[in-house]
């Protein structure tokens, strides 16, 4: 079963960023601000109308970029 969630992303300093992970797959919908997106490997910064789906295997980290939050629709697919 899929889990939808609407979450609320805080601006911060990209060293205080905490990276996490869990089975399965995410989707991401940014509905306001603007997001980055990191693994250890690549970054994506999202604005509003902009998405991702990936495997959330993989270690990642979210900080908004403006003085607001950045609010998105998160869907996450655990795998059974």
Known sequence: Y???FLVE?????AD???YFSHEGEEF??????K????????QYI???GDSL???SSIPHAY???ERKNARALTVVYPVR
Do not use: D, Q, V
Request: charged share 35%; proline share 6%.
């Open 16 to 18: 205080k960023l905490t």
């Open 53 to 55: 789906y990936f495997e």
């Open 63 to 65: 900080r908004a970029l």
């Open 2 to 4: 899929m889990e939808p």
């Open 46 to 48: 999202l604005s509003p």
């Open 28 to 33: 991401i919908y940014l509905l306001e601000g």
């Open 35 to 42: 997001l980055e997106f990191r693994t250890e490997n690549e």
């Open 9 to 13: 992303f805080k601006r911060m300093k």
